[in-house]
């Protein structure tokens, strides 16, 4: 327990670094606002491995940091709370609805983190305006701003937001189901529900 503890740390620092360097890649911002990055591919794959706590940490500080780092401090504390809930989110549908920690075959798996990777960002796609909204127009009022988060709400999302959505889910999906087996025979796979897996799938 206290290994797979440590192991579940590790991993983390090291998702949480990647989520950094996932945003240092692509740093541009389109018309909307919307930040274009692979960042949270990694806070998807983080919540795979993890668990939806412990990635959707990890994701929150990587990008936390990466806003503030890049000169975007004031929207560090929403990144936070959105990159959490992406986490939450995966590592639900994941580990307590399809229990991917425990042994299941190579479909199951490559199926269950797609749509728990889907979830998550597809959540975030109306989580993100909807928060800026209640930010803009509560926390720290700003028309023009709470009127541009509410469009984009209404619109559903703009076409950055789902062609982010849509790189990050397949490359969290194909590092996830490409990574597990390995670190299963590495017996270094931080394993998120009650069953261990004895078997790479």
């Known amino acids: 327990m206290k290994k797979n503890q440590i192991v579940k740390i590790t991993y983390a620092g090291l998702m949480a670094a990647l989520c950094y360097v996932g945003y240092a890649i692509f740093p541009a911002i389109s018309a909307s606002g919307t930040k274009v990055h692979i960042g949270n591919a990694f806070v998807v794959l983080g919540a795979l491995l993890l668990g939806g706590p412990y990635g959707g940490l990890a994701g929150a500080i990587g990008l936390s940091l990466a806003d503030i780092l890049g000169g975007y401090a004031a929207s560090a504390p929403r990144t936070f709370i959105c990159k959490l809930v992406i986490g939450l989110v995966v ?3 994941a580990h307590r609805v399809a229990h991917i920690s425990d042994n299941h075959n190579k479909g199951y798996i490559a199926k269950w983190s797609a749509i728990a990777a889907v979830a998550g960002l597809a959540f975030n796609c109306v989580f993100e305006p909807a928060l800026k909204y209640v930010w803009f127009t509560i926390l720290t009022p700003n028309a023009e701003k709470a009127a541009s988060a509410i469009s984009a709400l209404l619109a559903i999302t703009t076409y950055a937001t789902i ?13 996830y189901n490409a990574l597990r087996p390995a670190l299963a025979k590495a017996d270094i796979l931080p394993f998120s529900g009650k069953k261990e897996l004895k078997n790479a799938g």
């Open 163 to 175: 062609i982010n959505a849509v790189i990050n889910s397949v490359i969290a999906v194909v590092l």
């Open 91 to 93: 590592g639900l549908v």
